[in-house]
């Protein structure tokens, strides 16, 4: 069983970095957007040192964090949701008097779209496997759906994609799964005054170090940071 969850998860790395690599050619920066929501420096390490990510990743707590979480995923599946759909966008950013290219990719979790006579409604959740239920969904959860949604809707090839040309509404939400039960949140309740050409610039120019303080006491490179 460990082993299945292992091969998965270093298959997915596999896939995640040859995306990368594929966009690299073209773009100055290629970014996921998790990497946009976390500590700028760590982000970075992470991906020079994909080791690191490895060790982090295969912990048996963050696996099963994983299995739970796929798990999830299939009961939307079966309630008619797509999962896993890729969402990826193209920014330009000024910096230093240059444009930078930079090319956007995540992943939604589950995505539903539902025709009837008012038009298209869709529905988006992002899945969180944690040991603490949230009294609030945490800002860089949100930020991540919110730029999920913006990438989804600006993607010129969305008919294709989902099925629709524009959305009349859309519902986004995260799910949080934890041992004490189950806490669903609606995005639309939280505004946070963070641009997305904010989040993209702190990011090239590796000034948001950490993002949140809380995040050193997590860190896999907090032996090793000097901030
Ligand atoms: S220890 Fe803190 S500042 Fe250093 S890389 Fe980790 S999260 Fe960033």
Redesign the pocket.
Known sequence: MMDLLIEEFIEDMKKHEELRKKYEKEYNHVIYVTDLV?????AR?LKQLPQVNVLVSLAPKVLMGKWLHDKIENYFQKLGFNIEVPVEADYHTIIDDEVVKVKLLGRIDALKVDLCDAGAFVDIYEIKTSQKLPEQPYEHHILQVKMYTTMLFSDPNLQDKIGIARPEHVNEYIMYVTPQGIRTFPVTLYNIDVSFEELIKDYIENRK????EW??N?????E????
């Open positions: 976390q500590c700028t420096r760590k390490l170090i950490p993002r949140y995040e050193c997590y860190c896999p490179f907090r090793i940071c000097i901030r």
